[in-house]
């Protein structure tokens, strides 16, 4: 049983295109995050939801929107597209006083 | 910044080695955490320890923790070929929800 899940694992783009990235976690936690590692492999969060309700958005450009239909997902829909979106995408989740976060396997997005 | 920095960043030791891996961060945390992250894979917890705690054990790893020195160490013992993955320390900070990530150390453990 998976425990946070994300699709696509991969997605390869144009520039200007806009994409989605869906995640769902089955664990029934309260909080879930969005991170983007880079080439460097530094990660960085993005966003934090917390019963549906945005938490944290660590000054991320308005081209990516988080929607949260539900506290078991956490979508991410990123319009125009750049080339420096290019990174690896995690989801994590956590019970809503934080502590241990489940992560996703990731999604690979390559925008060329 | 709250951006931990982690020690050194890569390692690379004999199977069967102890590997150490150290943590710094700059302001007052709740607790510090340890994840592993095998390649091409998601980050996988191993370890939380509290502010007010100062040593915890998990199998083959040991983590301490020195708030008057701000830092933290992971050692595995008697590594194992699978142990080969990055290695990132993650706090979190008094009055922040969040998690915030050191930049990993590559471990690399050779038969």
């Known amino acids: 049983d998976t425990a946070v899940s994300q699709t696509p694992k991969y997605l390869v783009t144009q520039m200007g295109n806009d994409k989605s990235i869906k995640c769902e976690q089955n664990?029934?936690?309260?909080?879930m995050y969005w991170y983007k590692q880079d080439s460097k492999k530094f990660l960085k969060i993005m966003f934090s939801?917390?019963?549906?309700?945005?938490?944290i958005n660590e000054t991320v450009p308005n081209r990516f929107s988080p929607k949260s239909p539900d506290k078991a997902h956490l979508n991410l829909h990123i319009n125009s597209l750049e080339l420096g979106d290019s990174a690896v995408y995690f989801c994590a989740s956590s019970r809503i006083d934080g502590g241990t976060q489940y992560f996703g396997p990731g999604t690979r997005l390559l925008v060329l | 910044s709250q951006q931990g920095e982690e020690d050194p960043q890569a390692l690379s030791i004999q199977e069967g080695e102890n590997a150490t891996m150290n943590c710094s961060y700059k302001?007052?945390?709740?607790?510090l955490q340890w994840y592993r992250q095998n390649s091409g894979r998601g980050l996988v917890h191993l370890i939380l320890?509290?502010?007010?705690?100062r040593e915890k054990h998990s199998g083959r790893l040991r983590v301490t923790l020195d708030t008057s020195k701000k830092s933290s160490s992971l050692l595995i013992t008697a590594s194992r070929a699978a142990d080969t993955a990055s290695y990132f320390c993650?706090?979190?900070?008094?009055?922040?929800?969040?998690?915030?990530f050191g930049q990993g150390t590559r471990l690399t453990i050779n038969p």
């Open positions: 664990l029934g936690h309260d909080t």
């Open positions: 939801y917390n019963n549906k309700e945005l938490i």
């Open positions: 320890i509290r502010s007010n705690e």
């Open positions: 993650a706090t979190e900070h008094q009055g922040a929800q969040k998690l915030v």
């Open positions: 302001t007052s945390i709740n607790n």
